[in-house]
């Protein structure tokens, strides 16, 4: 089973963005956190899922149930309803990609059970401050 978390940030004002995720899988925890190209907060959710994926695909860790933790319920709810009135073309490449796990279960979660991934977005979102 592996369990994924994933969070982003914007910081609008500064024109400073961020994504993160964390893998959890076979007692290894994976932490990444990347600077991104201001956009507005929901795409950034979708691409932080999206990166974590390809990060996945790499590792050759598609062989296993995938549990996705977000607290992006757009995120959430267009994976389930396979549909996205903005996202659509970067929804359509996640999906494509969750087809290569044997099946996947999303999760809308609150900020205080992302901490992970929340705490790498927002000490990467400080560390660009400076």
């Keep these: 089973m592996i369990k994924l978390y994933t969070d982003a940030g914007l910081n609008s004002n500064l024109n400073l963005a961020a ?3 964390v893998i959890k899988y076979n ?6 956190v990347q600077q991104q190209n201001p956009n507005d907060n929901h795409y950034l959710e979708f691409l932080a899922l999206n990166l974590a994926l390809d990060d996945l695909a790499n590792r050759d860790w598609n062989n296993d149930i995938l549990f996705i933790h977000s607290d992006s319920k757009i995120l959430t709810d267009s994976i389930d309803k396979k549909y996205s009135k903005h ?6 490449e996640i999906l494509t990609k969750l ?5 996947y279960f999303v999760k809308h979660i609150s900020d205080k059970d992302n901490r992970a991934a929340h705490s790498l977005v927002h000490h990467e979102l400080i560390k660009l401050r400076k």
Aim: hydrophobic residues 25%.
């Design 19 to 21: 994504t993160a995720y």
């Design 27 to 32: 007692n290894q925890t994976i932490n990444c």
């Design 87 to 92: 996202y659509q073309p970067i929804l359509n």
């Design 99 to 103: 087809t290569s796990f044997p099946s």
